[in-house]
C-alpha cells in the first residue's frame, strides 16, 4: 500500500478541524451552564505575551488551508481575523473545514517533491512539499490546536484527551 502526501495531510487536518469545532461546541455549552458570556473564553491567554484562544483557533485554520492550498498547487483562501466569539471561530472551522475537504488527492500527485517558499518577516524557508507538511505544517496545526485544549481545560471546560483525539 502506498501512502500520499494527501492521505498524511488532509484525512489529518480535516479530524483535527473537527475536533477543534467540537471543542469549542463544548466551551459554549459550558459557558451556557454557568451563565456567562462563552466570548470571555475566546480571549484566555495561558501568558499574557501568548495569544489569545482567538488566534490558536485562527492559525490552526489558517495552516490548514495553507497547508491543502500549497501542496494542490491553488491559491490560499484569504479569511479576516475578525473573529471574537466562539461562534464566530466554529463558522471560520466549518468555512476551513469546506476548503479543505474540496482538494482531491490527484491534485497533490507529486506534491512531496515540490518545493514550497515560506516568506516569514525575518526570513524565506524553502521547503519539501513532504518537509513541508511533516516539519511545519503538523507541528504548528498541532501546536495551535493543542493550545486551545489546554486555554479551554485550564478554564474549567470539561474536556479530555479523547475530545482533543476525537474518534480514533
Not at 501568558?47 to 492559525?59: E, G, K, N, W
Not at 513532504?130 to 516539519?135: E, F, G, I, Q, V
Amino acid at each position: 500500500m502506498t501512502i500520499s502526501i494527501y492521505d498524511l495531510s488532509i484525512p489529518v487536518l480535516t479530524r483535527g478541524l473537527t475536533n477543534l469545532s467540537a471543542l469549542l461546541e463544548k466551551a459554549v455549552e459550558h459557558a451556557a451552564a454557568r451563565k456567562f458570556d462563552p466570548a470571555i473564553l475566546a480571549q484566555l491567554r495561558l501568558f499574557p505575551d501568548m495569544f489569545p484562544l482567538s488566534r490558536q483557533v485562527q492559525i490552526t485554520c489558517d495552516t490548514a488551508k495553507g497547508a491543502a492550498a500549497r501542496l494542490a498547487g491553488i491559491d490560499v483562501p484569504k479569511h479576516e481575523d475578525t473573529e471574537t466569539t466562539l461562534e464566530e471561530l466554529k463558522q471560520r472551522i466549518a468555512k476551513t473545514l469546506e476548503f479543505v475537504k474540496s482538494v482531491k488527492a490527484d491534485q497533490m500527485k507529486g506534491a512531496e517533491g515540490k518545493t514550497i517558499e515560506m516568506k516569514f518577516p525575518n526570513r524565506t524557508v524553502s521547503f519539501t512539499g513532504l518537509s513541508y507538511l511533516a516539519d511545519f505544517v503538523l507541528p504548528n496545526f498541532f501546536f495551535h490546536e493543542s493550545m486551545t485544549y489546554a486555554l479551554l481545560r485550564s478554564n474549567g471546560v470539561e474536556v479530555g484527551k479523547m475530545d482533543f483525539l476525537g474518534s480514533v
